[in-house]
């Protein structure tokens, strides 16, 4: 078995930074990421413009260039793919971690491919790899989707996007301007105004002129092969439909943290009880780091206003070490 002083679950933006504060205070340290470096941004979609500045997703001191204010996806993991050979951080890609135990002094640290132990333990798994589910029948039917990449497959196509926030709105734009017949199904009784200004009133012209269908106040009732039923405030309604665009949002998978006994709020937040300074959960040793923190709030935490997380964990881990060692 390997040892280690820290193991970081996730190479995203957060474990990133956790890994760089972790070299500069020369800790034997691994990252450990079950898919592409940044998986989570490798699969937003292709076209995706950051709601951030890119002078705002800095860090450890690199400047990030982007050709507009606000950086694309791809400027996004290059920026990432360069901080990792910058720094010479030790990540091992395609490797999950499985599970995790709780043994004298550390953790034990299952994974596709190998077994750690470990002496501190850092999620940082952020909240992209479970959608909200809708739970009605026929969301499992192969033309509904909760994930979307770029708008060729829909041209020609009667879609119906599901959701009325940034990735709804960005999706129905994409996919009308490429020619599908687009309809929005929006449980709120507009489309959210906190998304992207620029955005905004695009996607508000084009629902007023009636480019693109939008009901409001609407749920999916049900999907069937080649219809949707919607529940409208005037009644029910059965649309022709080819594809489905759950655009519903992502939730953080907890099975890791409960596998270790991490607590968490007893609101609908179900948010993990952590040390605000230290970022600590209540099983010593284990800490959590990025939007994973957030629980079911996936709004709360993003790259901006966490990767100081890093600084905190890293900061206790070597007070603790230093104490330890007097
Ligand atoms: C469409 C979209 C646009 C966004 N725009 C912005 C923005 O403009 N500005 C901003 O600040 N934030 C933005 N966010 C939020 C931000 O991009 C993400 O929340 C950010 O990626 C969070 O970083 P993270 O490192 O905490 O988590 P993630 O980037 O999600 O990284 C978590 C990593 O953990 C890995 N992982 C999970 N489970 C395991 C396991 N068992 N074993 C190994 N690896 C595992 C995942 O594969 C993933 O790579 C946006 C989010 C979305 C969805």
Redesign the pocket.
């Known amino acids: 078995m390997k040892k280690l002083e820290v193991l970081i679950?996730?190479?995203?933006?957060?474990?990133l930074a956790c890994g760089i504060e972790s070299q500069k205070s020369n800790l034997d340290y691994l990252i450990?990421?079950?898919?592409v470096l940044?998986?989570?941004?490798f699969h937003?979609?292709s076209n995706?413009t950051?709601?951030?500045t890119s002078e705002?997703?800095e860090m450890a001191n690199i400047p990030f260039m982007s050709i507009a204010n606000k950086p694309t996806r791809t400027e996004a993991l290059e920026y990432y793919r360069r901080i990792v050979k910058h720094y010479k951080l030790k990540i091992n890609l395609y490797?999950?971690?499985?599970s995790l135990e709780k043994v004298e002094g550390g953790f034990r640290v299952s994974?596709s491919k190998d077994e750690y132990y470990t002496e501190k333990l850092i999620l940082?798994?952020?909240?992209?790899?479970l959608p909200n589910k809708m739970n009605v029948p026929g969301e499992d039917l192969p033309k509904v989707s909760h994930y979307y990449k770029e708008p060729w497959p829909y041209i020609g196509q009667k879609i119906i996007v599901v959701g009325g926030g940034?990735?709804a709105v960005d999706v129905a734009l994409e996919t009308w301007r490429k020619g599908a017949d687009v309809t929005m199904v929006v449980m709120k009784p507009t489309i959210d105004q906190t998304v992207k200004y620029w955005v905004l009133p695009d996607i508000e012209n084009r629902i007023k002129e009636g480019s693109i269908k939008a009901h409001f106040n609407t749920t999916i009732k049900s999907i069937e092969k080649s219809t949707v039923t919607i529940s409208t405030p005037e009644g029910e309604l059965t649309l022709e439909n080819d594809f489905v665009l759950a655009m519903t949002g992502?939730r953080p998978?907890f099975a890791?943290l409960d596998q270790l006994g991490v607590e968490l709020s007893l609101d609908e937040r179900k948010r993990p009880c952590l040390d605000g300074n230290s970022q600590e959960s209540n099983v010593p040793g284990l800490y959590l780091?990025?939007?994973?923190c957030g629980g079911l709030n996936t709004r709360e935490?993003?790259?901006?206003n966490?990767i100081v997380h890093a600084e905190s964990i890293i900061g206790d881990i070597v007070k603790k070490k230093t104490l330890q060692a007097q």
Do not use: H, Q, R
């Open positions: 679950v996730g190479g995203g933006p957060i474990g450990v990421e079950k898919g940044t998986n989570s941004i937003y979609p995706m950051f709601f951030s705002k997703l490797e999950e971690v499985k994974t940082a798994t952020g909240f992209y790899d940034n990735s992502y998978n890791l780091a990025g939007v994973v935490f993003f790259i901006e966490t």
